[in-house]
């Protein structure tokens, strides 16, 4: 097998895949294949598929093909780590899960490398907890036919809000799915029937339940909607213990907003069976748990889906000055006021941008924070990967028809004053987290990305010229 590891990360790393196979050949009786070890050590990189591929080899001349480790090796895997740690393991999240289950090993792996810092929202015990939106979440979760609907834009933890909420439902010996659509590949995504099926067929996995999605699809049956629920009452309630709750969390359920059809009928089944809870003995005990994206763009029956005026909508927010001077408390740093106030001052309390940087600062101590804000919005800083991404993502978004997202981000930073734009633009730059809107305008969510694409933006634009 060919390998590409940065040479201080090694030892580091392979101590840690080592812990993981050892434990999972403890546990389960059969250690990771060659190649599992290969896709959970890209994972663990942070590397895409297609970058796995490249390391992963039979020999020198004969690769995997990409397609077997994304259906093949990937789903398994992460399902066997899942088992094996109890906990829901993905390749999104596996840096974060992993460097919570190992410690101190893996946690030097994340220390010893400042580009991996970008990746990783650090979780465990620092976490500063909003008491009044869980609480609520707590309660609300136990209702008959009970609906969370989670609203913030990208990475202001929306998803770690919905595990705890998950995780508090699990403790009555409920049964708890969480699927992620960012999982679901544009193919499945543009018809309704294909989708539902592969929502079923997820949910039957997760729920440790056989697939039996063709035994139960008619197909003049009255449609895809008809049949989905049908699959959940004749089957799946079924075959779980009649006093479980069923408490399903649909993560970034934004990815159906492009594809308007398939959207507007799944949020329809969505919000009726949330109604049918009212009614029905088989709903009662079902939980939804939804998170998304700020609004929705797309035009929807605001009485026939769960973005209407139905059960708990949060809107998560920055961290406020006291959280994040509590979350420095955390980290045992030792700031005064003003330190916490410039920090703010360059990153806001955008929880993923704070949690990197103090722990960043926590493990190089000898960096002075002057020092950090300098390079923050530069090459150097150790955000430098969350900002070529979002550069990227302007970048695509300006290729596609009615979306100059490029253009539209560049008149935000040059402008001292916020900006009003179409409320597509809106929508998918405050959906990415780089601006928030004051009224009909918007204005860059903070100086970070002010400053870098004011940069960027101005160098790529001239030198097109």
Same mark, same amino acid.
């Given at each position: ?7 201080? @990360? ?32 890209? /994972? ?63 946690? @030097? ?42 609203? /913030? ?30 999982? /679901? ?99 009662? !005990? ?30 998560? $927010? ?8 509590? @979350?420095?408390? $955390? ?30 600062? !926590? ?32 970048? !695509? ?18 402008? !001292? ?20 809107? $004051? ?18 933006? $101005? ?7």
């Amino acid at each position: 097998m060919k390998l590409t590891t940065a040479p201080r @990360l090694q030892m580091n790393l392979e101590q840690s895949i080592e812990i993981i196979s050892k434990t999972v050949a403890k546990k389960t009786g059969q250690p990771l294949t060659e190649v599992e070890i290969g896709v959970l050590r890209g /994972a663990l990189e942070g590397k895409t598929y297609e970058e796995i591929e490249k390391d992963v080899r039979k020999d020198e001349s004969e690769k995997y093909q990409l397609s077997y480790l994304k259906t093949g090796v990937g789903p398994p895997l992460w399902k066997r780590l899942s088992e094996v740690f109890e906990s829901d393991i993905r390749k999104t999240n596996v840096q974060v899960v992993i460097n919570q289950k190992l410690g101190k090993v893996s946690d @030097l792996i994340w220390r010893n490398d400042s580009s991996l810092a970008s990746t990783l929202i650090p979780e465990s015990d620092l976490y500063i907890k909003r008491l009044d939106i869980e609480e609520s979440c707590y309660k609300e979760i136990l209702q008959p036919g009970a609906l969370i609907r989670i609203k /913030a834009p990208k990475q202001m933890g929306k998803t770690s809000l919905m595990h705890r909420i998950l995780k508090h439902a699990e403790r009555t010996n409920n049964k708890i799915v969480y699927l992620n659509l960012l999982q /679901a590949e544009e193919k499945v995504l543009k018809e309704l029937d294909i989708f539902l099926r592969w929502f079923c067929a997820n949910i039957s996995w997760r729920l440790g339940i056989e697939n039996q999605v063709d035994n139960f699809w008619k197909q003049n049956f009255g449609g895809s909607n008809l049949n989905c629920t049908a699959y959940f009452e004749e089957y799946l309630f079924t075959k779980l213990d009649s006093s479980s709750l069923v408490v399903l969390g649909l993560d970034n359920v934004d990815q159906l907003f492009a594809y308007k059809s398939v959207a507007g009928d799944f949020f329809k089944l969505l919000r009726s069976w949330h109604e049918d809870a009212k009614f029905l003995d088989k709903w009662k !005990k079902f939980r939804l748990v939804i998170a998304h994206s700020t609004e929705v763009y797309i035009p929807l029956d605001i009485n026939s889906s769960p973005f209407g005026n139905v059960g708990l909508v949060i809107n998560l $927010q920055e961290f406020s000055f006291e959280q994040v001077k509590n @979350l420095v408390q $955390q980290y045992d740093l030792d700031w005064e006021d003003d330190q916490i106030d410039r920090l703010m001052k360059m990153i806001g309390g955008h929880p993923y941008l704070v949690q990197t940087a103090l722990a960043h600062l !926590k493990a190089n101590p000898s960096k002075k924070l002057e020092e950090f804000l300098e390079i923050a919005p530069t090459e150097e800083g150790i955000y430098v990967k969350h900002l070529r991404e979002h550069l990227l993502t302007l970048k !695509k978004g300006s290729q596609k028809e009615d979306s100059n997202l490029e253009k539209a981000m560049k008149q935000v930073v040059e402008s !001292k004053e916020p900006v009003r734009l179409n409320s597509q633009q809106v929508f998918k730059l405050e959906s990415l987290g780089l601006v928030t809107v $004051q009224g009909d305008n918007v204005k860059p969510r903070c100086q970070l990305y002010r400053s870098y694409f004011l940069n960027h933006l $101005q160098k790529d634009s001239s030198s097109t010229q």
